[in-house]
Nanobody
Framework: QVQLVESGGGLVQPGGSLRLSCAASRSIFSINVMGWYRQAPGKQRELVASITSGGSTNYADSVKGRFTISRDNGKNTIYLQMNSLEPEDTAVYYC???????????WGQGTQVTVSS
């Protein structure tokens, strides 16, 4: 079992920045892949960025160069630094973990990010 708790969402103006955090209930060394997804109203949930236990990262084309995913192994936490935010980034952001030999899927409760002037 993996419990995930997100924080850091909020309201920001276009061009601004936010940093999301996701704290895991177990060592993230043991988690195969962790990532951030988002879901905007009326749209499907989509992958934003992911990071493997080995540190390899992957980004959606729409956020490349603006968002950075990182991890702090000592705090069992991953982060999503979001810069140059656009109204199209408005969504609920969810932390995700793929854990164990069966690649079980776990989700956080989500945090709202709103980009608006």
């Amino acid at each position: 079992q993996v419990q995930l708790v997100e924080s850091g969402g909020g309201l920001v103006q276009p061009g601004g920045s936010l940093r999301l955090s996701c704290a895991a209930s177990r060592s993230i060394f043991s988690i195969n892949v962790m990532g951030w997804y988002r879901q905007a109203p009326g749209k499907q949930r989509e992958l934003v960025a992911s990071i493997t236990s080995g540190g390899s990262t992957n980004y959606a084309d729409s956020v490349k160069g603006r968002f950075t995913i990182s991890r702090d192994n000592g705090k069992n936490t991953i982060y999503l630094q979001m810069n140059s935010l656009e109204p199209e980034d408005t969504a609920v952001y969810y932390c995700n973990a793929l854990y164990g030999s069966g690649w079980s899927v776990y989700w956080g409760q989500g945090t709202q990010v709103t980009v608006s002037s």
